[in-house]
């Protein structure tokens, strides 16, 4: 069975507990909070609760066998194994253990692989024999959703366009989103409004900076702007901060442009456009997106995931050099495409 984020907290909140979790997504954050969820629920002590972080292969019988071991004065026993790429001959183990698991125990298993593969084994024995959970990287309007609801359990309120500001520069992870957010609270203070100029000062910006300035070089296609707004991002900021973040924003714009598009096409009025994919203080927008194609923006976004994948997978890789080499990619005009 495949669940949501939300469907787990529900489930063991109540107390139940299945014989295993496969938790998949890019979202690192979100597992790290369903997983506290889990062991605060769970409530396992010492004798129950063991966790795996080593070699994959070779941990693999040692959490089996722990998986089949039977509780100690407990009803139930938590095993947790942490492994970002499980290797086939450990997919083999946990998948043959989950023919057959115990009732006693709850089996995590924490990866990051963007989605459940079909032919993958283990994740077609943990569906049967458990749930499945994907954490998918939140949109941007599901990032600014939640960062205005967390701002309010801290006793804030945040304007709406200052959580714009921080999902443009920030991107949408919520493991950074919550950094930001905790940077605004103590920033302001004891004021109960956290507003547009605070959050600008936060991140940086000079009162008269403009944090979308990237967004918009990038889908115009101004090779010269757009490096040497880069220039001046790296000038100010550590490479890889600034190499994901960069690519967070491209890949936002490109978004940006393609459901514009879409919804246009639909009939939508191009106000309602601009209130749904929150496009602000952009009177050209609407005219940039008209000179692109959306096989071009298809194309785009897949080279974005495709380095962003590389630099994640290939620690030799100059994070610098890529993402230049990237924009000139995306600068570069290309033969017309239907859209």
């Given amino acids: ?172 992870d919520w493991g950074i989103l919550a950094g930001e957010l905790e940077k605004l609270v103590l920033f302001v203070g004891t004021e109960a409004e956290i507003g547009p100029e605070a959050a600008l000062q936060c991140l940086g910006y000079r009162r008269t900076a403009d944090p979308w300035a990237f967004e918009r070089l990038i889908q115009a296609r101004g090779l010269t702007a757009c490096l040497l707004q880069l220039s001046g991002l790296f000038a100010g900021g550590k490479p890889d901060e600034v190499v994901f973040r960069a690519l967070a924003q491209i890949r936002g714009a490109y978004l940006k442009q393609l459901k514009a598009k879409r919804l246009l096409k639909a009939g939508v009025p191009p106000r309602e456009v601009e209130t749904r994919l929150r496009i602000f203080y952009d009177r050209d927008f609407f005219a940039r997106a008209q000179r692109v194609t959306e096989a071009r923006l298809r194309r785009d976004l897949r080279r974005c995931l495709e380095v962003e994948t590389d630099l994640k997978s290939k620690s030799w890789l100059s994070p610098k050099l890529e993402l230049e080499r990237l924009v000139v990619e995306l600068c570069s005009p290309t033969r017309p495409a239907s859209a």
């Fill in 1 to 172: 069975m495949e669940l949501r984020a939300a469907d787990l907290l529900k489930e063991w909140k109540t107390g139940k507990f299945r014989p295993v979790y496969y938790l998949l997504g890019e979202e690192a954050a979100a597992k790290t909070d369903a997983l506290k969820a889990l062991k605060d629920a769970f409530q396992a002590d010492d004798f129950n609760l063991f966790e795996f972080s080593g070699d994959p292969n070779a941990e693999a019988p040692a959490a089996v066998s722990e998986a089949l071991t039977l509780p100690v004065f407990a009803e139930r026993r938590l095993v947790i194994v942490r492994a970002p790429k499980l290797p086939a001959e450990a997919r083999a183990a946990y998948a043959e253990y989950l023919k057959s698991p115990s009732p006693t125990t709850t089996l995590v298993l924490l990866g990051e692989d963007r989605r459940p593969d079909r032919k993958d084994p283990l994740a077609a024995a943990a569906a049967q024999a458990g749930a499945v959970a994907l954490f998918s990287p939140l949109s941007e309007g599901e990032a600014v959703e939640r960062l205005l609801a967390e701002a309010k359990k801290a006793g804030k309120t945040l304007a709406p366009a200052a959580a714009d500001a921080v999902v443009a520069e920030a991107g949408t």
